[in-house]
């Protein structure tokens, strides 16, 4: 196997697509499987205890420090049922772990076009193992926060939701892949080129942001990554109503 993070031919190790010690802070001990739907208009199913097996043992324990700030981060976001101006603590190695996350979802299903997995720019994947900062030009960053009711998150609840959410949809005239990975009432959207090309991208991740607003109503804020490791925290600025929450989980039952 050759290893996505050093791309040396080795013996790959289990990567947990979410960390294992973000599973278990959430769900406690008995991590169980966990199917998921999506805001986007159809369903997808993902076992979220599923690991992947492109990531040889030295770049995984290299990446551990990434599952512990994850476990911090997803510790702060449990806290509240409403994003609504929530303020979540961030640094450099807290988002490594939302773009590992992202990444690792996005190695779990190739693209419906060609069946062939998307081609992910080796930079970050160095960056990452490194711990250095991703090049912002590579990536786009936006986050929506769920105005949510206290039931959403209690499992007791007939009406309740599922904790992590996670789908990718391609924009083929942008060639835009859109990975929109959802943690509780905090809705994250990381915008890659499909193909690695780089070309005049930002213009095209504007064009998709466009399409994403008229087609399925969603805006999500656009991360000003520089500012917020300066800060490090992101107050969370454009919330998802209520009344549109409730509308998509009735779009994803219907689907
Ligand atoms: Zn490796």
Redesign the pocket.
């Known amino acids: 196997m050759k ?6 031919e ?1 013996t790959p190790s289990h990567e947990h697509v979410i960390s294992e010690t973000v599973l278990k802070i959430v769900f406690g001990d008995a991590v169980r499987n966990i199917t998921t739907s999506s805001v986007f208009n159809n369903k997808t199913l993902t076992d979220y205890q599923h690991k992947i097996l492109d ?6 324990s ?1 990446l551990s420090p990434y599952d512990v700030a994850g476990g911090k981060l997803v510790s702060d976001i449990n806290k509240f049922y409403d994003a609504s101006f929530a303020k979540i603590k961030i640094d450099s190695i807290k988002l490594g772990w939302l773009i590992k996350t992202h990444l690792n979802l996005i190695r779990l299903s190739p693209d419906k076009r060609t069946g062939l997995h998307f081609q992910i720019c080796q930079d970050i994947y160095t960056s990452l ?1 490194k711990k250095s900062r991703i090049d912002t030009p590579l990536y786009v960053l936006a986050i929506d926060g769920y105005q949510g009711k206290e039931y959403f998150w209690d499992e007791n609840d007939s009406k309740h939701i599922q904790y992590f959410s996670h789908k990718s949809v391609t924009f083929p005239d942008q060639e835009i892949l859109v990975s929109n990975f959802r943690i509780k009432s905090i809705d994250t959207f990381l915008l890659l080129p499909t193909n690695n090309d780089y070309d005049n991208f930002a213009n095209r991740c504007k064009s998709v942001r466009v399409d994403m607003k008229n087609g399925y109503d969603i805006n999500p804020s656009e991360v000003d990554i520089k500012q917020t490791l300066t800060d490090r925290y992101y107050l969370v600025t454009n919330i998802v109503p209520f009344d549109r929450i409730l509308r998509s989980i009735e779009e994803v039952k219907k689907a």
């Open positions: 290893c996505i993070y050093c791309q040396k080795k990531v040889c043992s030295d770049c995984n290299n193992i």
